[in-house]
T-cell receptor, first 113, second 111 residues
Framework: GDSVTQMEGPVTLSEEAFLTINCTYT??????LFWYVQYPGEGLQLLLK?????DKGSNKGFEATYRKETTSFHLEKGSVQVSDSAVYFC????????????FGTGTSLTVIP | GAGVSQSPSNKVTEKGKDVELRCDPI?????LYWYRQSLGQGLEFLIY????????KSGLPSDRFSAERTGGSVSTLTIQRTQQEDSAVYLC?????????FGPGTRLTVT
C-alpha cells in the first residue's frame, strides 16, 4: 500500500545552516506530494506541494522537487532561521486510493541562534 | 472564506465518560479526515469520509471510537468510555482533492 517515510529527528541546526529533510514514498498510482509544517502550539499548515514528476514546490525559502525515479520529495532550505523551528510532515495523496492522504511521522527541527 | 473549525478547543473529561468532538469542514469539500496526535508524536489516521462512499474506518483504534458525517458536511467523532490513553489532540481536515486543510484541533484530556 501507499506510505511515506521521512527522516527521523530531532534535527538541531545553527542559524543560517543548510537544511535537508529526506522523504521517500511508495504509491500505487501517481500521487501528489506535500510538505506540511506545524509551528509550536499551532495546527498543521501546508508549506509546499508538487503534483507531477520534476515539479518543484517552493515557499518561504523552502524547496522540494518531485523525483519519480527515486520516489523522493526531500525538503531543503539554504539558510534556516530560528523562526523555522517546527515539526515538518511529508505527505502524499493518491487518486488511486480515493485521495486518501498518507503522512510521515514528522521531523522536529530546532534552529539555534 | 472560513477554514475548518473544531469544537470544543479543549475538553477535560473523567475516565469512563463519553465525549463528542465536532468538525465543521470547509464548505464544498467532499473529503473529511480525523487524526489523532499524541504529545510529541506524528499524525495517527483515524477515519476518512469521501462524499457518499462508505467511510474508511481502518484507523480507528478500538470499537469505543466512532464517527459520522451528516449531510456530507459536519462530522462528529465520538469516544465512548474514555481512557487515559485517549488523551491527545484530535485533528480534523477537509480536502478539495488537491490538499488538506486542517482545523486547530481539540485537546482532549482524560483524568
Amino acid at each position: 500500500g501507499d506510505s511515506v517515510t521521512q527522516m527521523e529527528g530531532p534535527v538541531t541546526l545553527s542559524e543560517e545552516a543548510f537544511l535537508t529533510i529526506n522523504c521517500t514514498y511508495t504509491a500505487t498510482g501517481y500521487p501528489s506530494l506535500f510538505w506540511y509544517v506545524q509551528y509550536p502550539g499551532e495546527g498543521l499548515q501546508l508549506l509546499l506541494k508538487a503534483t507531477k514528476a520534476d515539479d518543484k514546490g517552493s515557499n518561504k525559502g523552502f524547496e522540494a522537487t518531485y523525483r519519480k525515479e527515486t520516489t523522493s520529495f526531500h525538503l531543503e532550505k539554504g539558510s534556516v532561521q530560528v523562526s523555522d523551528s517546527a515539526v515538518y510532515f511529508c505527505a502524499l495523496s493518491d487518486r488511486n486510493t480515493g485521495n486518501q492522504f498518507y503522512f510521515g511521522t514528522g521531523t522536529s527541527l530546532t534552529v539555534i541562534p | 472564506g472560513a477554514g475548518v473549525s473544531q469544537s470544543p478547543s479543549n475538553k477535560v473529561t473523567e475516565k469512563g465518560k463519553d465525549v463528542e468532538l465536532r468538525c465543521d469542514p470547509i464548505s464544498g469539500h467532499t473529503a473529511l479526515y480525523w487524526y489523532r496526535q499524541s504529545l510529541g508524536q506524528g499524525l495517527e489516521f483515524l477515519i476518512y469520509f469521501q462524499g457518499n462512499s462508505a467511510p474508511d474506518k481502518s484507523g480507528l483504534p478500538s470499537d469505543r471510537f466512532s464517527a459520522e458525517r451528516t449531510g456530507g458536511s459536519v462530522s462528529t467523532l465520538t469516544i465512548q468510555r474514555t481512557q487515559q490513553e485517549d488523551s491527545a489532540v484530535y485533528l480534523c481536515a477537509s480536502s478539495d482533492s488537491y490538499e488538506q486543510y486542517f482545523g486547530p484541533g481539540t485537546r482532549l484530556t482524560v483524568t
